[in-house]
């Protein structure tokens, strides 16, 4: 049972390029989330999605885009990226409403220079 | 909103030490509360949750206790190990709202 994997795992990008964080969970988990975690600051939620065709925005979801178009995966889109958005970003899931644990993924460290 | 303050870290300890982690929270409504672990260069993890009012979690020899009348629910392990360093997370939710997250405390354990 591979949980929530993510990929890739680290990645460079230049200032205004863009990329896809890929997220894919095989438990059959209805909620998924996208975290990002800067040093010393916990975690801050950026996109949700309650089931596939649903998402919405989090604590600080400027700058990013997602889409559920299976139940299965949960990509992160960031357009024109921006020193701002260096940090480690999770991907989770959970099976039911929010309090119920959450799976996390590895993470993907992503540096913008 | 919701809110969770946890101790400040780094926190360094030699083995076979006492633990506490302190947590307060402040929330809306009857939140349930969480303690989530991250390990070097992993995700995080469930460590152990209460979902109400002087419900105890535990796992791996972690404990914490939901204190309604003091809003705490501070993270204790009787005797550290090493191979508890990490990065340790307190977290709650109240309602049908995402989880909010304190800042972690960065556990040492050193033989």
């Known amino acids: 049972n591979a949980g929530v994997t993510q990929t890739p795992k680290f990645r460079i990008l230049k200032i205004g390029q863009s990329m896809t964080l890929q997220c894919t969970q095989d438990?059959?988990?209805?909620?998924m989330y996208w975290y990002r975690q800067d040093p010393g600051m916990g975690l801050k939620l950026i996109y949700y999605?309650?089931?596939?065709?649903?998402?919405d925005k989090g604590e600080v979801p400027n700058g990013y885009n997602v889409s559920r178009s299976t139940t299965e995966d949960f990509p992160l889109r960031l357009e024109l990226a921006a020193p701002s958005q260096t940090s480690v970003y999770f991907c989770?899931?959970?099976?039911?409403?929010?309090?119920?644990?959450?799976?996390f993924g590895p993470g993907t460290r992503l540096t913008v220079t | 909103g919701n809110s969770v303050t946890q101790m400040e870290g780094p926190v360094t300890l030699s083995e076979e030490a006492f633990l506490t982690i302190n947590c307060t929270y402040t929330?809306?409504?009857?939140?349930?509360l969480f303690w989530y672990v991250q390990y070097p260069g992993e995700g995080l993890q469930l460590l152990l949750k209460?979902?109400?009012?002087?419900d105890k979690g535990s796992n791996k020899g972690f404990e914490a206790t939901y204190r309604k009348e003091t809003t705490s629910f501070h993270l204790e392990k009787g005797s550290v190990q090493v191979s508890d360093s990490a990065v340790y997370f307190c977290a709650l939710n109240s309602g049908n709202t995402p989880l909010v997250f304190g800042k972690g405390t960065r556990l040492s354990v050193i033989a």
């Open positions: 929330a809306t409504g009857y939140p349930s």
């Open positions: 999605s309650v089931g596939a065709g649903i998402t």
């Open positions: 209460a979902t109400k009012a002087d």
């Open positions: 438990m059959n988990h209805n909620y």
């Open positions: 989770a899931s959970s099976p039911l409403a929010y309090s119920y644990e959450q799976y």
